[in-house]
């Protein structure tokens, strides 16, 4: 246990001019001391907390760019990232600013190969779509929520789409980016379960 008020100043050496008188004579100056102390420490710890949000997405990221054995996953990948965005910046939008988002987005381009930028507009625009109503989802149930979010992927995947056949000057199939829609929306719940869960322990 951590020695407390003026048993911690006789246990260490007293370099200060006037040794002991002036230990004795400034009380106020070691509690001024103990309060910086305890204000750095309690800055720090918040400080820390706030990091969950980018520490949990980052490791979604990589989620997303984890190439898993199965024959066509790749093109159909679940997209944790953006699951990520939209849940805090539900819950905890000042903790998933936009440019936090881009950041994000422009990590996922980097590990997927996509065309740098798709990925991080997109999380960009997802989140300023759902923090508009972000109160509104926390004042529903799931389900609404769920809902919205549905909405959010399918927009998402049509503009992946869109971007795509743009940059490569051909109409290409809809059906890859409809299809990872759909894994996104599905493992929604089980995101929202495990980071709430976080969330209400951490933060």
């Not at 004042?139 to 049509?158: D, E, I, N, R, Y």
């Amino acid at each position: 246990m951590r020695p407390r008020g003026g048993l911690r100043w006789r246990l260490a050496p007293d370099f200060r001019r006037g040794g002991r008188a002036a230990r004795a004579a400034s009380p106020g100056a070691r509690e001024a001391a103990g309060a910086v102390t305890d204000g750095l420490s309690q800055r720090l710890d918040r400080f820390a907390r706030n990091l969950l949000p980018a520490f949990l997405s980052v490791i979604l990221v990589l989620l997303s760019a984890v190439p898993f054995s199965i024959p066509g996953y790749g093109q159909v990948a679940a997209n944790w990232a953006l699951m990520a965005v939209v849940y805090w910046a539900v819950y905890r939008p000042e903790l998933m600013p936009n440019v936090l988002a881009f950041a994000l987005g422009l990590f996922l381009d980097i590990l997927v190969g996509t065309p740098p930028g798709l990925n991080a507009l997109l999380l960009v625009l997802a989140r300023a779509a759902v923090v508009t109503q972000a109160r509104v989802f926390r004042g529903t149930s799931f389900p609404v929520l769920w809902c919205g979010f549905a909405l959010v992927a399918l927009a998402a995947a049509m503009l992946t789409w869109l971007l795509s056949s743009a940059l490569s000057l051909t109409a290409l199939t809809p059906d890859p980016v409809l299809y990872q829609a759909g894994l996104t929306v599905a493992l929604f719940p089980f995101l929202v379960w495990a980071q709430a869960r976080l969330h209400n322990a951490v933060l």
